[in-house]
């Protein structure tokens, strides 16, 4: 069986049949942070909570990245291999707007403001046979690539 | 505000071999001293601004204040400043503000920088990020200015064409400035067919990083006729950065509630306190990290209203001869971005432009009025308004 581990801990929880993205929520001002921090970015306060962030969302904006980054990108992909990936914001309604991968590449296939849900899916496999996984956001309506 | 810009210098841009950070400050801050007719023992104070000392894998130095073993070492207070994008008017805020409280009258202001190829892959722990965020290929650049952009399209109806358009023309700036690195020009086609490093921006709508430096020397403005019969004054410069709900470059996470970018304070303050309008500005030069950032920067400075570009590029109203003339000089995209001399070389060029004898890339009509804005990592904008 292969061993699944999460990018790091603390960003979403894992395993879990619905995996939520982890943040913070101000206890003054009720402003949400992704990922948590210990200070409120609006209005100062450290009143800061860890709260679990909706798992669906608004499209914002998205890119490309048609070349491979130098470090600090930790992906296993070879110049020769890249395939690319895209990225995007999704806004989480009355949350915040995280930053993600998505899951789907051809920007043609991306509209600004089409509807995404969070999924958690293989980021890189180490030579142990190890999968990192990542969060990730799926146009809503595709419901078939979830890990 | 009473400052005066009275010689300027500038060291090429583009890459060379055998020569280090501190030598192209020298030979910029050299030409400034002998445009303004003076001697460094003559200077008062200085400030000096490079970062490329601090990237990972530079070997350059982190201190401008070297600069003295180069042009003499008379004791003078002499400041290093490392203020990300904003290096270079954060010293001439600073470098004003001295003249201003009657501390000193003269002074010299020196920004340069040598990056390597890929130079800003910074490492997230040295910006505050957790780790997994450069794991995962988000600490691009790049990928910033394609997602703002992008969703600016969306919001505007700014197309493709124009984003090459403003490319095309700053190419086309570059090849007619001597200073300049990329000094060949590239139509549109030739813009939209290069590969496509971030969707919707192509490799040749981007600047890249790479060496140069500019320098001012900044004196008492009642003065300034002792060392030039063609002063240009330094009306108003303003740094300011991010609000909380900006749009900003490495963040895992953004506000839901939307704000401006901090290029819109920044101009607004500097035209309040300049006392001029927008529609006063005969000539500007603004941050084109990528043509999109131009697009963009017209509208956060005040100089057009969102949406209006698309009709005011195809009319040609920013080329040279058009009625707002931006990044005569080639801009980022034909100059490259050396950190700390991108902002002083934006002053450099308005102060030639202003004393008319620019040659063939002179905007007609004797500009009296010149802008220029610079905005970067980590979110931060500097503007600056100068006059006859």
Redesign the interface.
């Known amino acids: 069986m292969t061993t699944r581990v999460p ?2 801990e603390g ?1 979403f929880t894992w395993p879990s049949e619905q995996p939520r993205l982890l ?1 913070a929520r101000c206890g003054d001002c009720g ?5 948590a921090q210990p200070g409120c ?2 209005c100062g306060s450290e009143a800061m909570g860890t709260v679990e962030l909706a798992d669906r969302g608004t499209l ?8 491979l ?7 296993s992909e070879t110049e020769a291999d890249f395939a690319g ?1 895209a ?3 999704v ?9 993600t ?1 998505l899951t789907a590449l051809d ?1 043609g296939s991306l509209r ?1 403001g089409m509807p995404m849900r969070l999924v958690v899916v293989p ?1 890189r496999t180490e030579p142990d046979g190890t999968e990192v996984m ?1 969060y990730a956001f799926a146009p809503a309506g595709n419901e078939g690539d979830e890990a | 505000m009473n400052v005066a810009i009275v010689g300027v210098g500038i060291h090429p841009f583009g890459r060379f071999e055998g020569v280090t950070g501190l030598d192209l400050g020298a030979y910029a801050a050299r030409r400034a001293l002998q445009d303004a007719g003076i001697e460094w023992r003559d200077v008062q104070f200085a400030f000096g601004g490079s970062l490329a000392g601090l990237l990972p894998g530079s070997d350059e130095s982190v201190q401008a204040d070297q600069l003295v073993n180069l042009l003499g070492l008379t004791g003078i207070p002499f400041t290093n400043v490392h203020n990300g994008c904003a290096t270079a008017g954060s010293m001439l805020a600073m470098g004003a503000a001295l003249i201003e409280s009657g501390q000193y009258e003269l002074g010299v202001c020196v920004g340069f920088d040598r990056h390597a190829r ?1 130079h800003f ?1 910074v ?2 722990e040295q910006t505050g990020l ?3 965020y ?7 650049t790049t ?1 910033f200015f ?3 952009i ?2 600016y399209m ?1 919001d505007f109806g700014i197309t493709n064409s124009t984003l090459a358009k403003v490319a095309a023309k700053n190419y086309r700036n570059g090849a007619a400035n001597p200073n300049a690195w990329r000094r060949k020009p590239l139509t549109e086609e030739e813009i939209l067919r290069s ?7 192509t490799q040749y709508m981007f600047c890249s990083p790479d060496e140069g430096a500019a320098a001012v020397v900044l004196c008492r403005g009642d003065t300034a006729h002792r060392y030039t019969d063609r002063p240009v004054y330094l009306r108003a410069v303003s740094v300011r950065t991010r609000e ?1 709900g900006s749009f900003e470059v490495f ?6 509630e939307r704000s401006h970018s901090p290029s819109v304070d920044a101009a607004a303050a500097c035209f309040e306190h300049a006392g001029v309008t927008p529609d006063d500005v005969d000539v500007a030069q603004l941050q084109d990290s990528e043509s999109g950032a131009e697009i963009m920067h017209m509208s956060e400075t005040g100089l057009c209203a969102d949406g209006e570009q698309e009709a005011m590029i195809r009319a040609g109203e920013t080329e040279i001869g058009g009625r707002l003339p931006i990044n005569t000089d080639g801009g980022l995209i034909a100059n490259g971005e050396p950190v700390g001399a991108s902002g002083m070389r934006q002053v450099h060029e308005i102060v030639l432009q202003l004393r008319g004898d620019v040659g063939e890339r002179q905007v007609p009509g004797a500009p009296r009025v010149g802008f220029t804005q610079v905005y970067g990592a980590p979110g931060v904008s500097c503007c600056t308004l100068l006059t006859t």
Do not use: C, S
């Not at chain 1, 402003?31 to 990922?35: E, G, M, R, S």
């Not at chain 2, 450069?134 to 691009?140: A, E, I, P, Y």
């Not at chain 2, 590969?195 to 921006?201: A, C, D, G």
């Open positions: 990018i790091a960003v943040g402003t949400h942070t992704f990922p970015p609006r914002f904006t998205f890119t490309t990245q048609g070349f980054p130098k470090a600090p990108y930790a992906g990936y990225v995007g914001y806004e989480l309604p009355g949350e915040v707007m995280v930053e991968r920007p600004i980021f990542t | 890929g892959n490492r997230p957790p780790h997994w450069g794991d995962l290929g988000f600490m691009v990928q394609a997602m703002k992008n969703r969306h590969p496509m490093l971030n969707y919707p921006l909380f963040a895992p996470g953004l506000a839901v």
